[in-house]
């Protein structure tokens, strides 16, 4: 399948799903830089309207290669390319769209997160919690918007927890920590759940320390 792809993109360099998907094998095969390229190409090729999904991931995977290589200057230019993207379709797409969309803002607030911006990271997690809220509320049997909701209320209680905002950041850690309870009855086979309840605990915990110090 990479080989196929590979050749897909060399025979007609405007096909822009044959260009994603050889920069996702090659990313999955380890060949970094060739990915890059690829996915690059398909930044530059795609247009707006039409290969909206595959420029909105490509502009991911370009961020995260750049932040694999420490590049946080050019990973956060590629996130908030793609959070700028699910800005502009959020409220008029639905479906594939919609499954998809919130990643872009979990990403964009890590990096804002790892540049010490404690309250631009904040409000983009929380622009991303809205938007797994609504998608929860839709569908609320759904296990991607619970484990989507627990990210989002892990990351927004930890930066509440580092700016002093000691009670909010205690209630939102509690939210994201029962849907992990919840989903623990679920998916028994899931080995990631216990270790999300381990680091919700030990939030927890450790509000609870600075509260009785």
Same mark, same amino acid.
């Given at each position: ?17 044959g ?71 959020? =409220?008029? +797409?639905?479906?594939? #769209?919609? &499954?998809? *969309?919130?990643?872009? /803002?979990?990403? @964009? !607030?890590?990096? $804002? ?25 839709? =569908?609320? +049997?759904?296990?991607? #918007?619970q &484990?989507? *909701?627990?990210?989002? /209320?892990?990351? @927004? !209680?930890?930066v $509440? ?14 939210r ?12 028994? +086979? ?6 999300? *309840? ?16």
């Amino acid at each position: 399948a990479r080989g196929y792809y590979a050749e897909a993109a060399s025979l007609d360099p405007n096909h822009v799903e044959g260009m994603f998907w050889n920069g996702w094998l090659q990313a999955e095969a380890g060949s970094l830089a060739e990915a890059e390229s690829a996915y690059r190409r398909v930044v530059s090729t795609a247009k707006e309207g039409t290969d909206d999904w595959a420029l909105y991931w490509a502009r991911l995977a370009v961020g995260d290669i750049r932040l694999s290589r420490g590049d946080l200057s050019r990973a956060t230019a590629e996130y908030q390319g793609a959070n700028a993207m699910a800005d502009r379709v959020a =409220d008029a +797409d639905t479906g594939r #769209w919609q &499954r998809d *969309l919130p990643i872009a /803002y979990l990403k @964009v !607030g890590d990096v $804002l997160l790892a540049h010490g911006n404690f309250a631009e990271a904040l409000k983009t997690y929380r622009k991303g919690l809205a938007m797994t809220e609504r998608l929860a509320e839709d =569908d609320p +049997d759904n296990p991607n #918007w619970q &484990r989507n *909701l627990v990210a989002s /209320y892990g990351r @927004v !209680g930890s930066v $509440l927890a580092q700016q002093g905002e000691t009670i909010l950041a205690r209630d939102t850690l509690y939210r994201g920590r029962a849907i992990v309870v919840q989903l623990k009855d679920q998916l028994a +086979d899931d080995t990631q759940l216990p270790k999300r *309840l381990t680091a919700f605990d030990a939030e927890i915990a450790k509000l609870k320390e600075a509260q009785t110090a």
